[in-house]
């Protein structure tokens, strides 16, 4: 497994941006889908953004389609999420997780499917 650690959180006003990262260890983050999760307050983790080994796959929530992309640098071993366009609603602590995947270009979504987990990284919109 890969450990995880997540920055790039912060504070922001509603209609901003922030780039969060999540750097990996050892040499085999290329073998791993990513994704992002966030959890808010009293709330279930959430799905919000995945992309494959190889970086040509991606797959997003429609709450944040068109304002949030991911992406990753795999010689950096780094995954990034740039948000954009941000709303309260938005607000969360922001995860990220590694999946063990046998293709390049194959996501994965759903929380079982994750071996490894970051500690969070909290978003705060305000309004």
């Known amino acids: 497994q890969v450990q995880l650690g997540e920055s790039g959180g912060g504070l922001v006003q509603a209609g901003g941006s922030l780039r969060l990262s999540c750097a990996a260890s050892?040499?085999?983050?290329?073998?791993?889908?990513m994704s992002w999760f966030r959890q808010a307050p009293g709330k279930e983790r959430d799905f919000v953004a995945a992309?494959?080994?190889?970086?040509?796959?991606?797959n997003y929530a429609d709450s944040v389609k068109g304002r949030f992309t991911i992406s990753r640098d795999n010689a950096k071993n780094t995954v990034y999420l740039q948000m954009s366009s941000l709303k309260p609603e938005d607000t969360a602590v922001y995860y990220c997780?590694?999946?063990?995947?046998?293709?390049?270009?194959?996501?994965?979504?759903?929380?079982?499917?994750?071996?490894?987990w970051g500690q969070g990284t909290p978003v705060t919109v305000s309004s």
């Open positions: 050892g040499r085999t983050f290329s073998l791993y889908a």
């Open positions: 992309i494959s080994r190889s970086g040509d796959n991606t």
């Open positions: 997780a590694a999946a063990y995947r046998a293709t390049t270009q194959a996501l994965a979504t759903r929380p079982p499917e994750f071996g490894s």
